[in-house]
């Protein structure tokens, strides 16, 4: 089973910049469609970003033009590039792997954004 670790969340203040990253175990990370995903306390977990093997890229409107998702195939490492955050970014963000109908994710690293 592909196991997934995210790491890179803290506090940060609104307007900052923030950098999680998920490295993934597996020999065939080049083909794996990964993405970001965030849950927020006493919200549904919703699509943050998404990457397929080819660097094809899409994102929540939400995020959209502030947040960037890229990878890195020989460290088998996708990261989350975050910009201009705001305090409804605040939420667990969690890393997946697509496959099946459950896919695989990570444990999840807590972002929070205050003043």
């Known amino acids: 089973q592909v196991q997934l670790v995210e790491s890179g969340g803290g506090l940060v203040q609104p307007g900052g910049s923030l950098r999680l990253s998920c490295a993934v175990s597996?020999?065939?990370?080049?083909?794996?469609?990964m993405g970001w995903y965030r849950q927020a306390p006493g919200k549904q977990r919703e699509m943050v970003a998404v990457?397929?093997?080819?660097?094809?890229?899409s994102y929540g409107d939400s995020v959209k033009g502030r947040f960037t998702i890229s990878r890195d195939n020989a460290k088998k490492t996708v990261y989350l590039q975050m910009s201009s955050l705001k305090p409804e970014d605040t939420a667990v963000y969690y890393c997946k792997k697509f496959s099946g109908s459950l896919g695989d994710w990570g444990q999840g690293t807590q972002v929070t954004v205050s003043s």
């Open positions: 597996g020999n065939s990370f080049p083909i794996y469609v």
């Open positions: 990457i397929t093997g080819g660097g094809s890229t």
